[in-house]
Structure formats: C-alpha cells, structure tokens
C-alpha cells in the first residue's frame, strides 16, 4: 500500500531563510506522482508544485523547489526566502501510477515563519 | 476561472442530527472528490466521481455517509446520522481530465467545518 511520511510535525523558519519540509514515501509503482499543498488557516488547500517520477529535472515554481531523490524515495519542498504569509500547514501526496489509483496525503508539517 | 464552491462553510450540530454539504467544482471538471480531514490529519478520501458515476466509495462509512453527483457537476455530501467522530473539514476538489495522467492536479475547495456536540 501506498504511504506519505512527514517526520516534522512543526518547522520555525526565521523570515527571508529557506526551509526544508521532508517527505518520503512508499510505493511498489514505477510510475507516479508527486504533489505539495499548502493549507493556510482558512482551510482551502493550495496546489504549490508537482514531481513526476520519470522527470529527471527537480521541479521548480518560483520560491518553490523539490529536492527529489528517488533511489530514497523522498521529495521534500524547499521555500527559498521564507515570508510570514508561508506560515501553514504543508502536506506532501502522492498519486500512484495505476488508473484509478486516487491521491495518498502526509500527516503534514507545520511551518512557523518568524519575523 | 472560478475556483471550486463549497457551502457551508461551517456548521455546528447534535449527534444524531443530519447533514449535508453542497459542491461546485470548476467548470469542465469531470471528476470530483470529497475529502474528510480530521484535526491534525491529512485528508482522507471518501468518495470520487466521474461525471454522474461513482468510481470510489471504499472508504465511505455508508451506513450514515451518502453522496450524489446526479447531473455530473455539483454534489452533495450527507450524514445521516451524525456521531462525534464525524467532527472534521470536510474538502472537496476536482479534477480536469478523465485521463490517467499523473500531472493532473486536484484544486481544492474551502472545506466545511463540522462540529458534533
């Protein structure tokens, strides 16, 4: 079965610093997706970026970057120059390559930014 | 382009009590889900739709939970009846394509918070 593991519970970040949130996960699938979300306090949950398994280039999207190491099986977000509005919980999914085969979320991390 | 709806956004009753929630997703969005994420959790699917028909209810409590999507655009979500642990955001989101493309992203809605006192 398909898993999402998120070891930081919480993240304190000083403002204008780049943060590391961790993901790792577990699949049996050569073919998948991986996605990160960032669900602020008012709930709605955010599209931030987007890794396919078979991109050999780790994906970008403005102050949004994804360190993916595949052979560990891990895609963990960085935020470059943190901003106060970064503060939120971020959650780390996975899409299994099977049709069908329906998103699988992380417990989610926590992220302080300090001013 | 109009994000997805959901209403209401809160909503507060006694165990026992029924309930639904209402979802618009994107326009031309073919494929809708609804989430359950308890406090402290991610969200866990319940129910996914293609159009009008039902591709996964594995993880629904259908005993009290039911769904419909009887035009293939809005859809609603009901408990009937409620218990404490249904305390949660409840989330909806849609999806473009009907394909499998793995870079098909899901945009979510604001959710509804329920409370079950």
């Known amino acids: 079965a398909q898993k999402i593991t998120q070891t930081q519970p919480g993240m304190f970040v000083q403002e204008k610093e780049a943060v590391t949130l961790d993901c790792t996960y577990d699949?049996?699938?050569?073919?998948?997706?991986l996605f990160w979300y960032k669900q602020p306090s008012s709930g709605e949950m955010i599209f931030l970026i987007y890794q396919g398994s078979y991109d050999e280039q780790n994906a970008t999207e403005g102050r949004y970057s994804l360190n993916f190491q595949k052979a560990r099986k891990s895609a963990n977000l960085v935020i470059s120059a943190s901003q106060l509005g970064d503060s939120a919980m971020y959650f780390c999914?996975?899409?299994?390559?099977?049709?069908?085969?329906?998103?699988?979320f992380g417990p989610g991390t926590r992220l302080s930014v300090l001013p | 382009e109009a994000g997805v709806a959901q209403s209401p956004r809160y909503k507060i009753i006694e165990k026992r009590q029924s309930v639904a929630f209402w979802c618009n997703p994107i326009s031309g969005h073919a494929t809708l889900y609804w989430y359950q994420q308890i406090l402290g959790q991610g969200p866990k699917l319940l129910i996914q739709f293609q159009n009008n028909g039902v591709v996964d209810d594995s993880q629904l409590p259908k005993d009290r939970f039911s769904a419909e999507r009887l035009k293939g655009v809005d859809s609603t979500l009901k408990i009937q009846p409620a218990k404490l642990e249904d305390s949660a955001v409840y989330l909806c989101?849609?999806?473009?394509?009907?394909?499998?493309?793995?870079?098909?992203?899901?945009?979510f809605g604001p959710g509804t918070r329920l409370t079950v006192l």
């Open positions: 989101a849609s999806r473009q394509r009907t394909g499998t493309e793995l870079t098909d992203t899901q945009y």
């Open positions: 699949t049996s699938d050569q073919s998948y997706g």
């Open positions: 999914a996975m899409r299994p390559g099977n049709y069908g085969q329906n998103f699988v």
